[in-house]
């Protein structure tokens, strides 16, 4: 199947094949035609699977049929201004004439907000179509601007949009399609009440597009309560991973993993590199650490200013920064393709995260490396991974001075007793790196904000 059988219009094809694309993903051919047919969609996918194109090729699809080829009008019979639809909407506080959203996308964060506005930019080149983006932490005053003109498509984060609609910036009266993407996100975010606000602010009749990598009970019951008879589709289920990704672990104390990351680092295949760590703090901590030794690195956490996580993403996007420290959340919105690495400098909680973060690297049919740090407290993290998963990840054991050979067994203890303390030794020098220096993978190992 190409994009052409999908029967969306001509433009947004030719935008497509401008981007050298020509074959919809699995999640795009089966969410495509039913979006088109405007049934409501409960798209199970994880992030890299284009699932943005599944929701932003129907909707762009749906609001040029309110403009004739010869014509130019739009459903209410104006005239297109300037080449813009022209559609009537209520006045602003200023007095100033506007046309309302058609199309409402919510996200969890403001990269992923931006990465999703990119991608309806690139796909409605060709159509007389305005999109804009709010999300907080900047101000205001250029969003109100954008939305003063008049758009017909809007992304949003929950807390900077309904603070938009408090002040009378937004009407959503007019809104005919409503995406929810990365819903489990937003659910971890606290973000789900806003989301029924929003809700309550549109029309009842609307179609409704909700994404989400798991779907655990909460998200169902959203589900429930907002879509309509959905159809539900579904690629790569939460207990895989993505096959071209090699898997490995280091078995490395907590005191040695700065010094196993520089190691590798310095290495010339880790070309463009995202690591994850478990908080704020210690995303700052690294990046400190790792400028110190010589090597250029950035980091992207919710305490950033909105000026400062841009400039880090555009370095990482350039290569000019080849190293990118990011938190969890913060890293819903990084959508860069060739990444080569991505390190778990701290083992997850959750299992489920394990994929999300790997699923980082290996885009658009690349090949990527996924590698682990686990220090003696975080083995049953890796273990839940493991089980998760299917299979037992790679121990490398190609820095002899830095890493232990098997994990401490928990011992049993009284109530009283306190927990046992970690023995490992401090780091005993460079040794060398064995295999010529290469980061050894694994063989036959590719299982595959508020504001």
Do not use: W
């Given at each position: 199947m190409r994009f052409h059988d999908l029967r969306l219009a001509e433009p947004i094809v030719r935008a497509v094949a401008a981007e050298g694309y020509t074959t919809p993903t699995p999640i795009q051919r089966m969410a495509i035609p039913e979006a088109l047919a405007g049934r409501d969609v409960l798209g199970c996918a994880q992030t890299g699977t284009g699932k943005t194109g599944a929701f932003a090729l129907p909707i762009l699809h749906r609001l040029t049929q309110a403009v004739t080829q010869n014509g130019h009008r739009s459903q209410n019979g104006k005239k297109a201004r300037h080449g813009k639809f022209y559609r009537k909407g209520k006045r602003h506080q200023n007095g100033q004439a506007s046309r309302n959203p058609r199309a409402l996308i919510l996200c969890p964060t403001r990269e992923l907000a931006t990465q999703i506005l990119e991608s309806f930019n690139t796909y409605g080149a060709n159509l007389p179509l305005r999109h804009t983006v709010v999300f907080g932490g900047v101000s205001q005053f250029?969003?109100?601007?954008?939305?003063?003109?008049?758009?017909?498509?809007?992304?949003?984060?929950?807390?900077?949009?309904?603070?938009?609609?408090?002040?009378?910036?937004?009407?959503?009266?007019?809104?005919?399609?409503?995406?929810?993407?990365?819903?489990?996100?937003?659910?971890?975010?606290?973000?789900?009440?806003?989301?029924?606000?929003?809700?309550?602010?549109?029309?009842?009749?609307?179609?409704?597009?909700?994404?989400?990598?798991?779907?655990?009970?909460?998200?169902?019951?959203?589900?429930?309560?907002?879509?309509?008879?959905?159809?539900?589709?579904?690629?790569?289920?939460?207990?895989?991973?993505?096959?071209?990704?090699?898997?490995?672990?280091?078995?490395?104390?907590?005191?040695?993993?700065?010094?196993?990351?520089?190691?590798?680092?310095?290495?010339e295949t880790m070309e463009r590199t995202l690591i994850f760590t478990r908080t704020k703090h210690g995303a700052d901590k690294l990046v400190k650490i790792l400028h110190r030794a010589g090597i250029e690195a950035g980091a992207i956490h919710g305490n950033k200013t909105q000026n400062a996580r841009t400039r880090a993403m555009h370095g990482f996007k350039s290569?000019?920064?080849?190293?990118?420290?990011?938190?969890?959340i913060a890293s819903r919105g990084i959508d860069v393709d060739e990444i080569s690495h991505v390190i778990n400098y701290d083992i997850p909680n959750e299992p489920e995260t394990y994929i999300h973060r790997i699923g980082r690297t290996a885009r658009a049919g690349a090949s990527g490396i996924a590698l682990s740090f686990?220090?003696?407290?975080?083995?049953?993290?890796?273990?839940?991974?493991?089980?998760?998963?299917g299979m037992q990840l790679d121990v490398i054991k190609d820095e002899p001075d830095l890493v232990f050979d098997t994990p401490m067994k928990p011992q049993r203890r009284s109530k009283h007793q306190s927990p046992p303390k970690s023995t490992a030794g401090k780091p005993r020098g460079w040794k060398g790196r064995s295999q010529g220096g290469r980061t050894r993978q694994s063989a036959g190992s590719k299982p595959r904000g508020r504001r």
């Open positions: 250029r969003q109100v601007k954008q939305l003063r003109a008049g758009i017909d498509v809007l992304v949003a984060t929950p807390g900077r949009l309904l603070d938009l609609i408090g002040q009378g910036y937004i009407d959503l009266g007019g809104i005919e399609v409503l995406v929810l993407d990365e819903a489990d996100r937003m659910l971890d975010m606290g973000f789900i009440p806003d989301i029924r606000k929003i809700v309550e602010c549109m029309p009842t009749r609307r179609q409704t597009l909700l994404f989400s990598a798991t779907l655990p009970a909460d998200i169902r019951r959203l589900a429930d309560s907002i879509l309509n008879d959905p159809v539900s589709v579904a690629v790569d289920p939460e207990a895989s991973t993505v096959e071209a990704i090699s898997q490995s672990v280091y078995l490395v104390t907590r005191q040695n993993k700065p010094i196993l990351l520089t190691r590798l680092l310095r290495h290569g000019r920064m080849p190293v990118l420290v990011a938190t969890d686990c220090d003696h407290d975080e083995f049953n993290d890796l273990r839940a991974i493991e089980r998760l998963i």
